[in-house]
């Protein structure tokens, strides 16, 4: 069964103290890996797509990169503005349809 | 600006009851999607629909129905027969018709509630 696990559940953070959240994922037919960022109350927001592995993407204190079984959402010297639930989604084929399989999310704090 | 526009913000559903959620997307987007959010679990898709006129289930899809008549609107009818909905309803679009690993863009959802 495909699967997509992200931990810790929640985490907090001290202002300017970096750490990485994680993804990982049992999916067949593996097409991509989607990082979203979601505000209370608010839809998700689009933040990277990682293809392969290897693969690294940047904007500003955020980092994404991907392996064959997991990818790490870096985050360097956050600041309080970075407090949201991120998603991990992994991108799959199945019979001739394309879907999205969604993680639980890790809630992130980050205390001033 | 583009973007995808849900409406209400906030729903009330009385007992037996049919309610319609809206999403209407001026991105000019062929691929349009329903997930339902609940505390603790990922988003569920519910429908989704690749081309106008045509939609397929997705995993949740008994207790809802959907239609999709234009391409820039995929309203989604919450039926009396869904007897848990109370959640977080998401609208989403992606270009091309959900093929081209392009990602999701959602809109700012709908939170609907029994009464």
């Known amino acids: 069964e495909d699967q997509v696990t992200q931990s810790p559940e929640a985490l907090r953070l001290q202002e300017g103290e970096s750490s990485s959240l994680n993804c990982s994922y049992t999916?067949?037919?593996?097409?991509?890996l989607f990082w979203y960022r979601q505000d209370p109350g608010k839809g998700p927001e689009f933040l990277f797509t990682?293809?392969?592995a290897g693969e690294e993407k940047e904007k500003e204190r955020l980092k994404a990169t991907l392996t064959k079984k997991e990818s790490f959402l870096h985050i360097t010297a956050p600041k309080p503005e970075d407090s949201a639930t991120y998603l991990c989604?992994?991108?799959?084929?199945?019979?001739?349809?394309?879907?999205?399989?969604f993680g639980k999310g890790t809630k992130l704090t980050v205390n001033p | 600006d583009g973007g995808i526009t849900q409406s209400p913000k906030y729903l009330f559903r009385k007992e037996g009851q049919n309610v319609t959620l809206s999403c209407e997307q001026n991105?000019?987007?062929?691929?349009m999607y329903w997930y339902r959010q609940d505390p603790g679990q990922g988003l569920r898709l519910i429908y989704y629909?690749?081309?106008?006129?045509?939609?397929q289930k997705g995993d949740i899809a008994e207790g809802y129905s959907v239609s999709r008549e234009k391409k820039e609107s995929f309203p989604l009818t919450v039926t009396s027969a869904q007897k848990n909905p109370t959640a977080f309803y998401l609208c989403?679009?992606?270009?091309?018709?959900?093929?081209?690993?392009?990602?999701?863009?959602f809109g700012d959802g709908t939170r609907l509630s029994i009464l």
């Open positions: 989403a679009s992606t270009k091309g018709g959900g093929r081209d690993n392009q990602p999701q863009h």
């Open positions: 999916v067949s037919g593996l097409r991509g």
């Open positions: 990682l293809y392969s």
């Open positions: 989604a992994v991108h799959r084929t199945q019979g001739g349809s394309e879907k999205l399989v």
């Open positions: 991105l000019n987007h062929d691929a």
């Open positions: 629909s690749q081309i106008v006129n045509d939609f």
